[in-house]
């Protein structure tokens, strides 16, 4: 895992196609509400056991779209590192369960990225039992 820290012309990027949606007229909601553009992401890069996956040439290397990393980043003025740790404790081995939830997006239906994460600690759901 590790941050990357966006360019301008990400930043760029990001602002005309919100003005080009702002631009765009809505009988229902006339104001479109200023999302922050978030200079860095946190990103993970893993590979499959050769018999699951055709990424034995090249690991994954996907955007951790997770609310929770991202509003913990966030509420401690955007401290990206703090985000980096929690998730290294999230995934380390005999602690935690952990998952990764994987979603498309809708313009780009063959691009996945982690849109969630899960992470029940080890044994309890044997507890649940």
Partial sequence: MYIHKKTDIE?????EKLLEIQAQSDLFLPEYKDIEFRTHEIRLKWQCPAERCRCAQSPHDMQVLDWGLIELAR??????????QKLEE??????YDFRLILGNFKQYQRSFGV???????QGAQHQLL
């Fill in 11 to 15: 930043r760029i990027a990001y602002h």
């Fill in 75 to 84: 509420k401690n003025s955007w401290n990206w590192e703090l985000a980096k």
């Fill in 90 to 95: 999230l995934s380390q081995v005999g602690t």
């Fill in 115 to 121: 849109i969630a994460l899960w992470y029940p600690k």
